[in-house]
């Protein structure tokens, strides 16, 4: 083990949310990297400050009120490195994710190739697409210029011919790019990334360089036909994320200039640090983190050699709150209420929301609408997520979500829940899980820091991860079965360490729990029924060593896809049953 670790160096590490600003600090504890303590304020990304500087400091000077130790001197900077006196930090790290949603343009050749990578990539960040340029375009140049013109984007991604391959068509379809940005005001044109035909980088500097606010290259997405690899790309996006925000946003400038050029957005932070984290497990099974917050939800999954983050602005909680109407209705988010409200309340609830998103539930039909809103918006996004999820990968079904070992979760909606056991219904009701997985709550958001600390210092997140921040709820049994409601689909007996027993029998549209404190282990005994599925084959049973958490092992008996009642009364007498079993209100 490294000597650095016997001294240990502090590091300070903030998220910039459209919410809110965190600040969190870690240090060396009994000879470990431990998470010490964190302070919060609303952020300043928007009017009256219009200078996230300002939430930071907030941020910062609570963590301190905390801490006990000063982080700023007399002038509201930071201290760094560490004083003698024990004020500062070693290093700071930033994760970012306030800010406008980025306009965003794709160019590609072939709708089903580049095309489509160009959009999984823009998806690694917080872009909307306004505007996609292919070879099957029918358009004629002017159309698209002024196409171009109209989506005023901040940033334009291309992609297209493999390797030494394509040039003459990518040429062509860059012609309408170059002039619309040329005829853009100065300030107003975009950033550009080229991620194609590697063998093309002069011939785009030539066409692009002197009109665009600035020319980025990655190696190609698309080496060859049957090839996709975008971290590369990713990674450079990531930068070119930063510098568009410090056009945009005010105090990012300086932010970057603190942590010595240390800031990710955060949805790719913590994209990293699942791709690290699937290595280390190394299941057959896939990993899966979410994060529901203001400025988007971020699905983000790695399996054996492949990870997807997916970034969709259009599902945050925040200020894009009204337009998840154009992805569903308000009847469709009513359906998770366990209250009775009408759909005129919820349209002036999203509205205020999106108004004033780090406002806090105050009453609980405004709780209720929150986490119907929530799930509504992880569900939609966990649809969209999972067509670029592999197709070789272990599933029960492969209609229904992968199997996932362990699922983790973060973000506002989630650590704003007053009990595990809400946080966990509304996962159960989004995400669908099936068969037997681990669910992790990470209350305090630090998966996104730990991914940002990882370039300053690669030991303190897997020693944070190890030392129990994150909150294990349990493990959740999830058979895949299709019966009549009421019908007994699983038996189950779980064996505890001290050899005492308990059991359950699971039926149909229910769900149950078995205790099983933090830190214990035992051995569950699954007896399938009615062909249900729990991984092991239709109708198999099992045994398999399950781990404790805040709720045991929860079994949840509603089937795949689970089909709500459409009598509105049932189904909310339903949902306060589930709840109630799980420890809720």
């Known amino acids: 083990m490294p000597s650095s670790l016997v001294d240990g160096n502090s590091l300070l590490a903030v998220d910039v949310g459209a919410a809110n600003t965190r600040a969190v600090f870690f240090d060396v504890v009994e000879g470990e990297y431990r998470f010490v303590a964190s302070g919060s304020a609303p952020s300043t990304a928007e009017a009256p400050f219009k200078d996230v500087i300002e939430g930071v400091r907030a941020a910062i000077s609570n963590l301190q009120a905390v801490l006990g130790r000063s982080l700023l001197d007399g002038s509201r900077d930071l201290i760094t490195p560490s004083q003698p006196n024990g004020s500062g930090a070693d290093a700071l790290v930033v994760t970012l994710s306030a800010g406008p949603t980025i306009r965003t343009v794709i160019v590609g050749l072939l709708k089903d190739v580049s095309l489509e990578s160009a959009r999984r990539l823009s998806e690694s960040t917080y872009s909307r697409v306004v505007e996609t340029i292919g070879l099957n375009d029918r358009r004629k140049p002017d159309q698209q210029i002024d196409s171009i013109l109209r989506a005023r984007p901040d940033l334009v991604v291309i992609t297209g011919g493999t390797d030494g391959g394509a040039s003459r068509s990518i040429k062509k379809l860059l012609e309408p790019v170059g002039l619309a940005s040329f005829l853009l005001p100065e300030e107003k044109r975009p950033a550009v990334l080229f991620a194609g035909n590697q063998k093309m980088e002069e011939a785009i500097k030539e066409l692009l360089k002197s009109q665009t606010a600035s020319l980025h290259f990655s190696p190609n997405v698309r080496p060859s036909l049957e090839t996709e690899d975008l971290e590369p790309a990713q990674r450079e996006l990531a930068r070119m994320f930063v510098n568009i925000r410090k056009r945009q946003v005010k105090g990012v400038e300086l932010l970057d200039l603190w942590s010595g050029g240390h800031i990710l957005p955060t949805g790719y932070a913590t994209g990293r640090m699942v791709r690290f984290l699937a290595k280390v497990y190394g299941t057959n099974k896939g990993i899966l983190s979410v994060d529901v917050g203001a400025s988007a939800t971020v699905i983000s999954a790695g399996f054996k050699g492949k990870s997807t983050l997916n970034i969709y602005p259009q599902f945050g909680l925040g200020e894009n709150l009204t337009g998840l109407l154009n992805y569903t209705t308000l009847e469709d988010i009513l359906r998770w209420s366990v209250l ?245 209100e």
């Open 340 to 584: 009775d409200i009408s759909a005129g309340v919820l349209r002036d609830y999203l509205y205020q929301k999106s108004l004033y998103p780090s406002a806090i539930s105050a009453t609980k039909e405004d709780l209720a609408m929150s986490q119907a809103v929530a799930r509504q918006a992880l569900y939609l996004a966990m649809q969209s997520a999972r067509r670029d999820f592999p197709r070789n990968i272990a599933s029960i079904k492969p209609t229904l979500a992968p199997l996932f070992e362990p699922i983790l979760a973060g973000g506002g909606a989630l650590s704003d829940a007053s009990r595990p056991g809400q946080s966990l219904l509304l996962l159960l009701d989004s995400l669908q899980p099936v068969g037997v997985t681990t669910v992790i709550l990470d209350q305090n958001n630090l998966l996104p820091l730990l991914g940002a600390a990882a370039s300053q210092n690669n030991i303190l997140p897997v020693q944070v991860l190890e030392s129990g921040a994150f909150l294990s709820v349990g493990t959740v049994v999830s058979p895949v079965v299709s019966a009549s409601y009421g019908t007994p689909v699983l038996r189950a007996k779980l064996t505890y360490s001290n050899g005492a027993e308990a059991r359950v029998d699971l039926k149909y549209g229910s769900i149950e729990a078995l205790p099983l404190a933090s830190g214990e282990t035992g051995s569950l005994s699954l007896q399938c029924l009615h062909g249900a599925d729990v991984g092991f084959g239709p109708g198999r049973g099992g045994s398999i060593p399950v781990s404790g958490g805040a709720l045991g092992v929860v079994f949840d008996g509603r089937g795949r896809p689970l089909d709500l009642p459409a009598d509105g009364v049932r189904r909310r007498e339903l949902i306060k049953k589930w709840i109630w079993t799980l420890g809720g």
